[in-house]
């Protein structure tokens, strides 16, 4: 099985949700046309995420997130009649006609922010979504439609086949202000206690630099999982030296420190994004 980064798995994710232009679309079909592990990986989040489709309504941005992109555009220097697309407007989404090179910047300001408000709002969806789907599913399945109902699976092995790998349970946490939109997306794998963070929509100042913490009242004060790096995502192995119930039930926070980090393995200042975890992908049944 060819090994995939997280770069990957992200815009495997990425396609299911519909966020990508259309050049990164035509990159992640022609990659599954290529590779039957890649086509594979977007099925499963096609599985995962499904179910979500339903849950998951409309948002409609602010007024003045409109008035300053027509702002932005309007303080360009003068170009040629530019069309804006339909993507711009509340509905459905269109595709912005080629234009010539001047127009080049407008183009990327327009796919930029339809992609991040879109990001946005489905991460928030999602994480919403998710704790409705898991409550109810625990308590009250026989609410749930048909079709998001767990189906009998039957699978035929050969006697000499050899076992296939045991999955892990996935947990997922969105760090964020409080009514606010997602900052980062926290994900742990059980098995290897690993956690990946991956930048949404936050943005380190100058000469600062974000740093993750794990908080619990099972230990005397904060402690440090590291700096976020300046990539899309970082990745760690950190967690294995933690108690597993007690990563499961502490409180993810992110601070503002000096570039670097803290100087003395404390936070500095009070937590500007924080949230816990919930499990998305649970452990197979023994």
Known sequence: MMAHSDDDIALAAEYTLGTLDADERARVEAMMSADNDFTAMVRSWEHKLGALNQMVGSIEPRPEVWERIRAAISHSEPQAPLVLPEALMPGPAAFVE????EDSNIVRLVA????????????SAIAAALVAIIGVGLSMPDLLPDRMRPRPRTQI??????????????????????GGSPAFILTVDDATKNFTVRK???SAEP????????IS????????LGVIGASEFTSRPVLSSYDAEMVKGATFAVTVEQAGGSPDGAPTSAPVFSGKLIETVPPPAR
């Open 217 to 224: 009242d099972k230990l005397p004060k904060p402690r440090s």
């Open 157 to 178: 092995v050969e006697a000499k086949a050899p076992p296939a790998p045991a999955a892990s349970a996935q947990y997922v946490a969105v760090l964020q202000r409080e």
């Open 207 to 214: 000469g600062r630099s974000f740093e993750l913490w794990l």
């Open 200 to 202: 949404v929509g936050a």
């Open 112 to 123: 930029n922010a339809r992609r991040w408000r879109r990001i946005a709002s489905v991460a």
């Open 98 to 101: 080629s234009r010539p090179a």
